[in-house]
Structure formats: C-alpha cells, structure tokens
C-alpha cells in the first residue's frame, strides 16, 4: 500500500541550529501539505503545495521557515534557527487534488522535533 | 473562521461497549469532513471521509455521520476493543485551498 514517507523520525538539536525535515508524498499526488502539531493539540497547517507552486502560507513562520517542492514531488521543509517553541511533531501529507469533496489526505509517520 | 470542537477530551470505557465520539464544527461550508486516528507519538491514520453532500459512511465497526446544516459529526465505534485506544481526531476542509482544520481530539481508553 502507497504511504507518505517522513525523515527523520526523531531530531534532537539545540536552540539557534537549523534543521530539516523531508517528505515523500504517495506517487502521482498533486498536493502537499505540511502540518505542526504541538502536544495535545490537533495538527495546524504551515504550508501547502500544489505541484511545485506554494498555494497556502499565510501560517508559516517566514523570517525562520522556509519549505520547498522544487520538482513537484518530494519536499523539504527548513528550520533556521530553531527556537524552543518549535518543539513539535512535523506531519506531512499528500492528496491527489485539493479541489474535490474526495479530498482524502494520507499522513506520513511525522518527525519529533525536540530543541533544547 | 472555521472551529472545530470535540467532546468529550477524554474518554474511558470497558471493553465491548459501544460508544459515540462527538464533532462540532462553525462553518456549514465545506468540502469534507475526515475523522483520523492517532497512536502516541505517531502520524494520523485516515479512518473515514465523508463528503459534504453524504450523511454517513460505514468502515467495519466504524460508522461516521454528517449533519452539516447543524455543524455536527459523530463517530460511533461498535464493541470496542483494548485495540481502540488511541486519540481521535476529526476534520473539516476548511479555507479557500482545502486544508484540514482539525479539533483537538478525544483520547479513549478501552479497559480489558
């Protein structure tokens, strides 16, 4: 069965470091997202890809948040530098259209971050 | 804007109980709604979509139904299981590009 593929799992770093998490969406997915989910909360959106072209940003933190989907495929989402509020898990998740009441998203396994 | 409340936060039942998670949502304008599972510290798995012109949707002994012109979604979980444990979530479609806004779950415990 396809699946949304994360790495890291687990990244340990320290506050002013920069970090990245990367994403592999499920084959033939036009649409990315990326969430953050701080503990005991539900996940809120931080950008959203459609192909290679950003759609929804207007909750990313961008003066240390950067993300990328050069090739429409697999992504990369940029932490730099890494603040002790950013301690989260990273969800990343992919649907083949966003513009359909069949939207499903498939969620990838997630990165914990931890910034000490 | 677009909330989603879910009630109960917590939930704790015996084994083989049927039970009922409850969903709330502000805008009746949406594309969907998905209800998701989550295990500790792990990624959230789709149980079941709804799109916003069904009442209800069957996956084993999962039964989930709309009403969106009252901004309500229940998930009914029949004879629940130690299995069953886990955070559940649901969401809505929400803004102008189909994200998901989420609630903040409910955590059941099923006892043995």
């Known amino acids: 069965e396809a699946e949304v593929a994360q790495s890291p799992r687990y990244k340990i770093t320290e506050k002013s470091q920069a970090v990245a998490f990367w994403c592999d969406p499920i084959s033939g997915h036009a649409t990315l997202y990326w969430y953050r989910q701080i503990l005991g909360q539900g996940p809120e959106l931080l950008v959203q890809f459609q192909d290679e072209s950003v759609v929804d940003d207007s909750q990313l933190p961008k003066d240390r948040f950067s993300a990328e989907r050069l090739k429409g495929v697999d992504s990369t989402l940029k932490i730099q530098p890494a603040e002790l509020g950013d301690s989260a898990m990273y969800l990343c998740a992919s649907s083949s259209r966003w513009d359909s009441s069949y939207n499903e998203q498939f969620f990838g396994p997630g990165t914990r971050l931890t910034v000490l | ?112």
């Not at chain 2, 009922?20 to 998701?36: E, G, K, M, P, R």
């Not at chain 2, 149980?47 to 989930?64: D, F, W």
């Not at chain 2, 979530?89 to 099923?110: D, E, H, P, R, W």
């Open chain 2, 1 to 112: 804007k677009q909330e989603v409340t879910q009630i109960p936060a917590a939930l704790s039942v015996p084994e083989g109980e049927n039970l009922v998670l409850n969903c709330s949502f502000t805008d009746s304008a949406i594309y969907n709604l998905q209800w998701f599972r989550q295990d500790p510290g792990k990624g959230l798995t789709s149980l079941l979509l709804i799109q916003s012109s069904q009442r209800e949707q069957t996956s084993g002994r999962l039964n989930a139904s709309l009403d969106k012109s009252s901004g309500r979604s229940t998930l009914y979980i029949a004879a629940s299981q130690p299995g069953d444990s886990a955070t559940y979530l649901c969401a809505v479609t929400g803004g102008s590009q189909g994200n998901l806004i989420f609630g903040k779950g409910t955590k059941l415990s099923v006892k043995p």
